[in-house]
């Protein structure tokens, strides 16, 4: 326990020696809160809209006025022909091309009935399909209102009516959404990089084999870089708290304790991957390669971009292979749902068998004798 | 008859097919000065690192300090102290911080590490660098610091290996007086070099050439043998025929 004392002394000295270091560990929470949240916006808006109106008539003009209106879509050009429309898609100047034909409003009035066309650029699959239903939701809606269906309207009978609300976040802002994950995903930066590339520097610089030689037990070593990297992570995490409450009012629903429990085995897990990383490199670079290729598919598979819920099995076994994905879920479920204890200890169970897993995986595997 | 505290029999290590310590035997007495010369890549810190417990042999026998190679690594390791070519020491943190440090995890308790460190800043002229970061210093000082850090602890052996390479001739001769000194105090000192004129200070010495032992002596008996004025003649005569060379 004595040595651990010296080990940890010597530790905390290094980190607030390295001012650079201290200065990427508070900036880099707080600038990327700040920016990706605000960036990373799922919301389809400015859908680019060519229009290409054949009918010129008082109704495709309403439609397209509802359109402008809807706040979704950018008209960027009226097209004469649906050929010269797609070449505003073909140049990505244009998302969707709305083709309303010759007749329109004569159809629609005469024959209670009328054709539009839609076409998407599917290069960007999400804004495709939100775009084109969004266009059509509008549609939809200019149709009920039209005066032939109003004035005709049948009374309704068992017709169903669907409200609804959106549960525990209730205007469906992306940001709430966003920035618990983000928090997540610098913990795991932090936690992963720093102490990946700690023990690996002492192995470039030689200062392991001095370790190596002295009678420190391999779990005081290993224990003496975890501690201080997750003392630093917690304050990271406390900041990225304050951070998100100030600029984006983000409070907690569920309780703060729990949210702690959960982010100190979860740094706890992440250290030790880094550790364990640290363990079989033998220099920086190689050390952050590695690191580097499991944090990029911690990021894509963790549920922070697509929900793990609609990955095909395979990748779902991946996800749930993660901690990440559990630390995400759970602090979603804290933060903005109220989640308690009871709710989320089995995902606690997770990350503890992940945290034992991988730190005692890192001790076994560091060599005091070659 | 003296007191072991290295014993070394057939002590072999190879990496694939290559011998980098071919079947050494020699023993070190308590308190002597035993130097280990050689060319470069003539296996003189693979044989350090396996008596240090850091390599593990591949075959043969050797205790340190009365400790198997083998199994009792960690044993072995309470009871040396290690300067390795490559300087490490913290260079990030002060004198102070370093001396603190080592002496700490090696069990030196609180107020002896205190009490010590002054007294060694002192006698090494560095109390107004003290406080300094250890990276700042010039490589003498260096030396000197990270051999007094490896003897902090009063170990019963210090491995020195290549004390001092790069550094200039009055500083060495310093040096070699800090060895005397600890010599003196009862530590035993295994140094390796590869400067002739410090094997002159050795007790006894042991010429590594291709992962073999050639001769082992003291200076004078050596110089004897091979009817040579100086250990730098002792060496060629015996390094001549070395196949491998460089590091």
Redesign the interface.
């Known amino acids: 326990m ?2 651990l ?3 940890l ?2 530790e905390f ?2 980190i607030f ?2 001012k650079t270091i201290l200065a990427m560990m508070f900036a880099m929470p707080t600038i990327q809160l700040i920016i990706l949240p605000l960036a990373m916006n799922f919301d389809v808006k400015h859908v680019k809209l060519a229009v290409v109106d054949n009918d010129h008539s008082s109704y495709s003009r309403q439609l397209i006025n509802k359109i402008g209106a809807s706040g979704y879509f950018k008209t960027v050009a009226a097209a004469p022909s649906f050929r010269t429309a797609l070449t505003y898609i073909e140049k990505e100047q244009a998302d969707l091309v709305l083709e309303i034909p010759m007749g329109f409003e004569r159809n629609l009035v005469r024959e209670g009935e009328q054709k539009l066309g839609i076409s998407v650029d599917a290069i960007n699959g999400t804004k495709a399909a939100i775009g084109g239903s969004y266009l059509q939701a509008v549609v939809i809606d200019f149709n009920k209102q039209l005066p032939i269906n109003t004035a005709n309207a049948a009374p309704p009978s068992g017709l169903i009516n669907i409200t609804w609300s959106n549960w525990f976040n209730p205007l469906a802002e992306y940001r709430f959404y966003v920035v618990p994950a983000v928090l997540v995903l610098l913990l795991t930066l932090i936690g992963g990089f720093m102490s990946a590339l700690n023990i690996v520097r002492e192995k470039e ?3 392991i ?2 370790i ?6 391999k779990w005081e070593f290993i224990l003496g870089k975890l501690i201080p990297f997750w003392v630093m992570g917690m304050i990271v995490f406390t900041l990225g708290l304050a951070v998100a409450w100030g600029i984006y009012g983000i409070w907690p629903v569920g309780s703060f304790i729990t949210l702690y429990v959960f982010a100190a085995v979860y740094l706890v897990a992440l250290l030790g991957f880094g550790l364990l990383i640290s363990t079989y490199t033998n220099s920086q670079l190689q050390a952050m390669f590695v690191a580097f290729f499991f944090v990029m598919i911690f990021m894509l598979m963790s549920g922070l971009f697509t929900s793990v819920d609609s990955m095909p099995p395979w990748a779902k076994v991946i996800a749930n292979l993660t901690p990440v994905t559990h630390f995400i879920k759970v602090i979603r479920m804290i933060v903005l749902k109220g989640s308690g204890f009871a709710d989320v200890y089995p995902e606690l169970l997770y990350l503890a068998i992940f945290a034992v897993v991988l730190n005692g995986w890192a001790i076994f595997n560091y060599r ?3 | 008859m003296e007191e072991k505290v290295i014993v070394c029999r057939e002590l072999t290590k190879r990496f694939g097919d290559f011998y980098a310590v071919n079947k050494i035997s020699f023993d070190v007495n308590k308190g002597e000065i035993f130097g280990f010369l050689g060319a470069n890549g003539a296996g003189k810190t693979t044989a350090m690192r396996i008596l ?5 042999p591949t075959s043969g026998e050797a205790t340190v300090a009365g400790f198997n190679v083998y199994k009792q ?2 044993a072995i ?2 009871n ?1 102290g ?1 300067m ?1 070519q ?8 002060t004198i102070l ?1 370093n001396i ?3 002496g ?4 030196v308790p609180a107020a002896e590490i205190k009490e010590r460190s002054d007294n060694l800043v002192r006698k090494l002229g560095l109390t107004a660098e003290a406080k300094k970061l250890v990276g700042a210093l010039p490589l003498g000082w260096k030396q000197k610091l990270a051999f007094s850090v490896a003897i902090f602890h009063q170990p019963r052996i210090v491995f020195l290996d290549e004390p001092t390479g790069g550094v200039d001739p009055v500083t060495r001769r310093q040096f070699w007086d800090m060895i005397y000194e600890a010599a003196a105090s009862g530590i035993t000192i295994f140094v390796t070099t590869h400067y002739m004129d410090e094997a002159e200070y050795c007790n006894r010495i042991t010429i590594m050439v291709d992962g073999k032992v050639e001769a082992l002596d003291s200076p004078a008996n050596l110089k004897a043998r091979f009817d040579a004025d100086n250990m730098d003649e002792v060496f060629y005569r015996l390094a001549r025929g070395a196949k491998r060379s460089g590091d």
Request: charge should be positive.
């Open positions: 004595k040595v004392r010296y080990l002394k010597k000295r290094q020696r390295d610089v030689g200062t084999e001095q190596n030689v002295t009678p420190i037990q005091k004798t070659s | 240090c417990g850091l390599s593990h690594t960690e390791k309470k040396i290690y390795s490559k300087f490490s020491l913290y260079e990030n943190l911080e603190e440090f080592f700490g995890v090696y069990g």
